[in-house]
């Protein structure tokens, strides 16, 4: 039977502890989007064909997508900072190699490697954090302080990979992880408490379906940006994703240590977190993808005032999300979740309706400062209740459900949002042309957010003001046995 050294209760110090992990995790959500607004240049520099530019970003979606259960779970055998540290030595490497890319194919490849070290080092990460403070008001302020990252971490990535691009080279945002990730593996050592490792044997059929199932899924998602969803490459992909994920979940069933244990769907919270964040990420990475292109091909920015322009949402998504730790200790987490998606969802509206004639403030910064403060509320808790009641056990199998429905959203988002954007026919000048696809894109967005916001609506709020009426009075986060089932 599976078993694991007891938890830390207590944290010596919780700052060090909180910033080696934000940081980590801040330098890989950073590498997901810092890439947007330095395409063009690197484009240019390597000589790169429009799919080859499409594969820089997707071959690390595809590898960050596929392992990262299978990340989450070598935390868990194989002891979390141990895990976490190597793969900030695999993902600094290969910024290294990425920065050093004298050809297209180099680069590909080393977006792949650096997959294998964000599969490895996000759900260690957040893992991490689950047992380095105690449940209760700590716990809360650390997980609120996590989401905020992620949020932030794809904002403020825009804006630091125009400036890089624009000044110096597209290659300084990735050599900009070297000292980074080079000063996290040489403090987490020393910071960082190892924890136990769960006994038992390794879940080698569900490892081995889980990754190619989600890796296949990704894939296939990914192809239809290129060849569409009915080409026979898409189709072959997404059917066998599916049939392999659901040989994964019969096999998750009767596995004595599962990689993925399905009692963690028994809670409607974490269930409604994951389907939620699935639906936001894959709103968001639409607004990031066809709004970077609106300010440079529509509004004539160049990339550094493109990165700029997404000030307004970044300032007031960071201004935002310090102050989420003091609400959430003070009214259900589903409460500023509600506002959050709604604020979002009634930005991207706005801003969808931007076209040529459209203002860079009334038609664009207004409507971001509404998607940024929205971002800042939902971000939070839907990490806090995608872990929420996991035992310490399953804190691994949690974290990578997270960051496994995040990828995947932000797959799928892309996908459904460059169909969306494709079905508009080609009139009027390019700039013309372009905006219409935009606004195609950002009204697909408002959809799925529509769609999260019910998802919230129905699962996540009944049964968090349900537990929150069962709780002690001084704990933040619900204790497992609090849950209701589903």
Known sequence: ???????????????????????????????????????????????????ELSWVQDAYTLVFGGLLLLGARAGDLLGRRRVFVFGLVVFSIASLLIGLAPAGWWAIAGRAVQGIGAAIVAPASLSLLTASFPEGRERTRAVALYGATAGIGASLGL????????????????????????????????????????????????????????????????????????????????????????????????????????????????????????????????????????????????????????????????????????????????????????????????????????????????????????????????TSFGIVGAPASDAGAASGLVNTFHQIGTCLGLGIAVAAAATVPTSGSAAAHLAAQVSAALTTGSVLLLLALAVTATLILPADLASRRTRTPRTALPAPEAEPAR
């Open 1 to 51: 039977m599976e078993s694991m050294k007891p938890e830390p209760t207590t944290t010596a110090r919780p700052a060090a502890i909180l910033a080696i992990i934000l940081a980590s995790y801040f330098m890989i959500l950073l590498d997901n989007s810092v890439i947007f607004t330095a395409l063009p240049s690197l484009q240019e520099d390597l000589r790169l064909s429009a799919g």
């Open 159 to 382: 804006v630091i990979g125009g400036a890089l691009a624009h000044w110096i080279s597209w290659r300084a945002g990735f050599f900009v992880n070297v000292p980074i990730g080079a000063a996290m593996i040489t403090l987490a050592p020393r910071f960082l408490t190892e924890t136990g490792r769960a006994r038992g044997r390794f879940d080698v059929l569900g490892a081995v379906s889980a990754t190619f199932g989600v890796g296949a899924l990704v894939f296939g998602i990914i192809n239809t940006t290129d060849a569409g969803w009915t080409s026979p490459v898409t189709i072959t992909a997404v059917s066998a994703g599916v049939v392999l994920l659901i040989a994964f979940v019969r096999i998750e069933r009767t596995a004595p240590q599962p990689i993925m244990p399905l009692r963690l769907f028994a809670s409607r919270r974490r269930t409604g977190a994951y389907l939620a964040r699935f639906l936001y990420l894959g709103a968001m990475i639409g607004f990031f993808f066809f709004t970077t292109q609106f300010l440079q091909e529509v509004l004539g920015f160049d990339p550094l005032q493109a990165g700029i322009g997404f000030l307004p949402m970044t300032a007031v998504n960071f201004a935002v999300a310090m102050g989420i730790p003091r609400l959430l200790g003070r009214m259900p987490g589903s409460v500023p979740l509600l506002a959050g998606i709604l604020l979002t969802l009634t930005g991207m509206v706005w801003l969808s309706r931007a076209g040529v004639d459209s203002a860079y403030l009334t038609g664009v910064a207004l409507p971001m400062i509404l998607i940024g403060a929205g971002q800042g509320l939902a971000f939070a808790p839907l």
